[in-house]
Structure formats: C-alpha cells, structure tokens
C-alpha cells in the first residue's frame, strides 16, 4: 500500500501543476480578452484614448466656447467646442482667417526638433477670424505656450469646422511650459462640468 502511495504521488503532483496551469492561462487569457459585457458599444476615438480634454466656457465673450486637447506629451490641440456660437449660426462657418491684423499665423513656419520661429502667445492672443452668416468671430489660443502649427487646411476646407471641429477641424497646436500647465488647467473646465454647464449628454 505505501508502495502504490508514493507510485501516485508524482501522478498528484503532475495533476496539480496541469491544474495550476489552467488557472493561470485563464487568468492571462482574460486580461488580455475583454469580455465582451464589459466591451462599451461604441468603441473609444482616437482624442478620447489619447487626450486629456478641457473646455474654455465664454472665453472673453458669451458663446465663445473652445477646446484645450490636451496629449500626454503636453501638446494642446485647441479648436472650436461643439455650443460654440458660430456652429450655432444658420449656415455654419463659411470661411476662415489667419490673418490678424500684424500677422498671418497660416504664414508661420516652425522648424526642427527644437521649434525654431514657434512664436510665445498669451491664452486672450487671437489665432484666427472665423466667418458665419456675415458676422466674424475671433478665436483665441485658450493656453499660454508656443504656437507650433495652424490649421491651415480651414482655409480651403472651412467646412471641417463644422463636420468634425474636434478632429480634422482643429484650429491649432500649443505647446504650454510644464511648469504653466497646473494654473492652465485650473482655468479650465473639465469634460463634465462643460457638458453640465450647457446642458450636453
């Protein structure tokens, strides 16, 4: 009888580590595979997975309403928000300008790694005029940091303003100092308080 124990122990032991085994491969398996309940309907865009997104509420004027996006790199996409009054105007917007007044941002031309020419504007400095129904409206950079681009595919395509401002249709891309970005933020209102304060879902 001790004979036949100690024959079915390694036999034991085998059968435990086949069991361990299963364990830890399901385990893996369902970090790795969502399930499916848990999966939401309609899959993350791209700014939600990879931006942090803030909102300027009547920025300098009532109905001025911007986006910060802001990237873990600390780039901020800044662009038209959805209850901006201009979307709001029957037509939309019909045209959009750079140029304002000393200078045309669509002419500014950063280069290299380290930015060269990125100009340092304020968040009230104007970025560009956008038109709808005859009347102009000025947006603002929203954040204090180097302007690094413009969008200056509006200037043709002023229409991707009011399709898709919050993607194709940016209006520009800071780069704010570290060191400025807490007191930004604290300017700004978050994804939820934006959305409570004008009654979004």
Not at 3 to 30: F, H, T
Request: aromatic share 6%; with cysteine.
């Amino acid at each position: 009888m001790e004979g036949g124990g100690e024959e079915g122990e390694p036999l034991q032991s085998d059968a435990l580590v086949k069991m361990d085994k299963i364990v830890e491969d399901e385990e893996l398996r369902s970090l790795l595979i969502p399930d499916v309940k848990d999966l939401p309907s309609i899959p993350p865009s791209a700014v939600e997975s990879n931006f942090a997104r803030y909102y300027a509420a009547d920025f300098l004027k009532p109905g001025h309403d911007q986006y910060v996006y802001r990237h873990a790199n600390g780039l901020c996409v800044v662009g038209l928000a959805p209850s901006h009054v201009a979307l709001r105007e029957e037509g939309g917007v019909t045209a959009v300008n750079f140029n304002v007044g000393k200078s045309d941002r669509s002419e500014m031309k950063v280069t290299g790694k380290r930015k060269r020419n990125a100009q340092h504007f304020d968040a009230k400095t104007s970025l560009c005029k956008v038109c709808a129904n005859g009347k102009e409206f000025i947006v603002r950079c929203c954040v204090k940091g180097s302007l690094l681009e413009v969008n200056d595919r509006l200037l043709k395509q002023p229409d991707l303003l009011n399709s898709s401002a919050d993607r194709e249709g940016y209006i520009a891309i800071i780069m704010p100092k570290p060191i400025d970005w807490p007191k930004i933020k604290d300017s700004l209102l978050s994804r939820e308080d934006y959305k409570k304060l004008r009654g979004l879902s």
